[in-house]
């Protein structure tokens, strides 16, 4: 399994739109930026065609060590979700993408 870096994002950005590579670094860390500070805004960041990224608070709850059996206090926390489009998800499955609505 591999995995994607910000170094290869940036060499993709080079390669395709035609910036230089520190314009195309620059430009991957603009973006990245600005969906940190909106999660960290609690806003959600929609990018159409792969997903939704979010914040949801959890409150506090009671969980068990699980390997002492002992009950725990969990503090309340915000949380990152993330949740799929369709068209990522079919491509992730090697499905059809869905038709769209919007036409």
């Known amino acids: 399994m591999n995995t994607v870096t910000r170094a290869q994002l940036a060499e993709t950005?080079?390669?395709?739109?035609?910036?230089?590579r520190n314009d195309s670094a620059d430009l991957l860390e603009t973006v990245l930026e600005r969906m940190s500070r909106a999660l960290e805004a609690g806003d959600s960041v929609?990018?159409?065609g792969f997903g939704t990224f979010s914040v949801r608070q959890k409150g506090r709850r009671i969980g068990r060590n699980p390997k002492t059996g002992v009950e725990v206090p969990i503090?309340?926390?915000?949380?990152l979700t993330f949740r799929p489009s369709q068209v990522l998800?079919?491509?992730?499955n090697g499905a059809a993408i869905p038709a769209s609505d919007d036409v």
């Open 13 to 20: 950005i080079y390669a395709q739109v035609g910036l230089s």
């Open 46 to 48: 929609k990018i159409s």
């Open 75 to 79: 503090l309340p926390r915000r949380v």
């Open 89 to 92: 998800k079919a491509h992730v």
